[in-house]
């Protein structure tokens, strides 16, 4: 095995990774520093101003840059709060794009009920104000905690009206509060000279930019979710405090030491088990930790050792069936196979079975390297060649110079878009010129159901007419999960006859348990089934991932008809509320919501790495917002909304004709510059538009409608295109359904600004 050198110095790896807590604890502090001392920070670059009393602020500086603080706060923790708790929400109800769709939209259509209701009270403390807005998040982890243990199983995947019921009530309390803030600054800062609501809307998505950053940060560095939840929780209530209450000089470092001996506990006594064994009753957790690719958490379930990724069981000690399964259906049709490549899943259970074949080298290929670290393994290794490689697997696959007798594919069903790719048109062709002219492909998109409905058939029928494309024989075997073998040589599902030809002893993948005549019946059952006339799963057209999300929501038939008027309740109704004269931002901040799912979608298709860049992506749109609708842009400015919306029209026209190009293009520093650039100019036009009609807004009742409009239509742009649109008509019919929004809400305003 290729593995790098260790010192075996106890007192060295403890403090292997202290300097990135030791840097986590300095950021920390410096943004505490920076909330507090933001004037100073804009008197450094700029002469000082003297503005009028505010009244709002009557136990604090009275200055633009105390606003300005206070809105850089409110964004960065409305942000970072946001990631955090859509990581979890994720993990505990699967993780598919509708999930995520949904929680992006119920958080925006919280925060627009807030922004809305805020205009209407007379609440204009500051310090209740944002007390009760840090003291959100600590509502909203309290909610997840006790409905995930009192109406949510372990392990399981709840359905998708219960899924959605549980997002609404974690993220009603907190989300409404911050949209409530938002508006109430924005209203105290519109009386400011020079401040209006661009401004303060561009200054707040700064401080969401600084958060996605170092969230990015922190999961790269040891920092696990609830980690830091609690840390921006302590800050959130330390900047209050310091800023608001009047504290001496004395009592401000009491309060400084006090801050950072709270912080320093919650980094060393690592909090995430304790909040993992909440969650995860009936396993009694040992560790947990997040990487940026999910959550990794062991423990003991009975006498098993157990280990959870994202809430899911991943791989426990006995589980024989499934890993005998995986191996050797594929394995037993090949005649002293050399080469194997095992994409994800367990390493060391699988290897012993691969073992049983001689195999000369193993390439294993996982995204996640912590989760070879949670790996234990107390047999020798008796494969000579064995390569652990910590990239993406399409990527690898599509650049990889070797060729391989098996391909084993153990990632699990195309839920979502990330995992739609691996099963795709253009990932079997990738693995295709990899084989050997008589090697074999197995995957497994799903579990084996007892009975294969219309959603069903659907959903496997897409992925078995993509893999009969691009091969001679495709065999479904119906195991513990429905496999899928594919090869351009025939394939036997005589597994009790081979095993007793090959000499490979088993346990359960043999004539003790298996009988060659059912299983060959229950393949003609299958096959039977099957219809041919289903569209293939494409990159372009992720078809599967749909059927996958029908055939999940077709489990719970009682429930179609009340998630149908849920969804229509939460994010159509809103579109009657709003105004003619907002319709443009409505529909425009709709089609940008839609198009950044759409990006990232493009860029995960392209580069195949998406972890490190997507960052990059969401910044990019988020800088393109704060530059719009916060600086005074000549190009933009002397243009009115009808210049703007045909602008927006041909900046997603001309994605679509770029789409393909960015998709077959190997150069990924290309694709993700492109991807940038495309994201911010959209964006820049977007909060310009915000700006235009918020620019004249002195009266605090006049951003709220605006703002909600903005917030209701991102988060109909993220359920129906993350949830709908682009699974089931594709990306490119998807792009061109955003020039029809933008042109809507164009002929929108054109009638209501007569």
Known sequence: ?????????????????????????????????????????????????????????????????????????????????????????????????LIAGTFLGSWLMASAAGSAIAPKTSITNILSINLLFFSGPVISVFLLIILSRLFLNPGETPSYLASIIFTLIVLVPFCFISGFTFIKLVSEASSIKDFRPGRSFAVETSGGIAAGILISFASHGGINNYQAIILIIISGFSYTVISQSGLNRRNLMLTGIIVLALSAGVIISAPDKYFRQLLLRGLTVTDSSDTPYGNITRGMYGEEKSTYYDHRLLFYSDDIIERE???????????????????????????????????????????????????????????????????????????????????????????????NRFYTYEFFMHVKKVLKPEGVFSCAPGINP???????????????????????????????????????????ISFCELTEKKGISNLYVGPDYLADDLTELKTDQIISVIDESVRLNHILTPVATFYFQAYNISKSINEKLPLIILLALLFLLPLLTVRRTNMLMYFSSSALAGYEIILLLVLQSSVGNMYQVTGLILAGLLSGLAVGSGLSIPFLESRTYRIKSWLLIICYLAMYFAIKRLVDSD????????????GFIPAAITGNLFREFTQTAMVPSVPSPVYSADLAGSAAGCIVFSGFAVPLIGIGPSLLIFPVLVLTGYLFALKARK
């Open 325 to 419: 399964e995986d191996i050797h259906y594929p394995m037993l049709q090949l005649d002293n196979p050399e080469a194997v490549l095992l994409v994800s899943g367990s390493l060391y259970p699988h290897l012993g079975e691969i073992n049983k074949y001689k195999a000369k080298r193993v390439v294993y290929v996982e995204r996640d390297p912590a989760l070879i670290k949670a790996e234990s393994s107390t047999e020798p290794f008796k494969i000579p060649d064995l390569l652990v490689e910590n990239k993406d697997a399409y990527t690898f696959i599509k650049n990889a110079g070797e060729k391989f007798d098996a391909v084993i594919l153990l990632l699990p069903p195309p839920s979502s878009l990330l995992l």
């Open 450 to 492: 007892d009975y294969l409905n219309i959603e069903s058939v659907l959903f496997f029928s897409s992925i078995y007419n993509s893999l009969k494309a691009v091969f001679r024989y495709v065999v479904p075997v119906g195991g513990n999960k429905l496999y899928l073998l594919a090869a351009d040589k025939e394939i036997s």
């Open 667 to 678: 150069s990924n520093v290309f694709v993700t510059v492109a991807l940038i650039i495309s």
């Open 1 to 97: 095995m290729h593995t790098a050198p260790e010192w075996d110095a106890a007192f060295l790896k403890s403090m292997a990774g202290q300097h990135v807590v030791l840097g986590m604890a300095f950021i920390s502090t410096g943004l505490l520093h920076f909330f507090l001392h933001y004037s100073r920070f804009r008197n450094l670059f700029k002469k000082r101003e003297s503005d009028a009393p505010n009244e709002f602020y009557c136990r604090t500086q009275r200055t633009r840059g105390a606003i300005g603080a206070n809105l850089f706060a409110v964004g960065f923790v409305s942000s970072a709060i946001q990631l955090l708790l859509l990581r979890e929400i994720l993990n505990i109800s699967g993780g598919y794009e």
